[in-house]
């Protein structure tokens, strides 16, 4: 679990960097596609939801888009504020309304 971990943080680590370096410079329809968003949601809706990793994705990602995003309009901390609660209003509408045929259910 620990090398999950990790792994996890270093996957969002490089997509965050891509994101603010790269695709900060791209628009489509006039918006900027925020990669670590579409992670976030993608990573919750896929995982186990045994050991919580998509609480912990939501944690890694909002911290380092705090870190590397120099937006003086928002306050330190409201990325990993917003990415916590998007995870937890995920695995709460997946766990009790939907069912995914290839996610696993909590043992």
Known sequence: M?????????LL???TVFQISFMAHFTFFGFVLNLVFLFVVLFNLWESNRYQEGLMAGLIAG??????SFSGSYFFGF???VFIIL???IQFVVNKYVQIP???KRV
């Open 87 to 89: 995870s937890i209003f």
């Open 102 to 104: 290839f996610r696993k």
């Open 79 to 81: 990325y990993t504020l």
């Open 2 to 10: 620990i090398m999950r971990n990790l792994l996890l943080a270093v």
């Open 63 to 68: 911290f380092y888009m705090d870190v590397f």
């Open 13 to 15: 680590f490089l997509l």
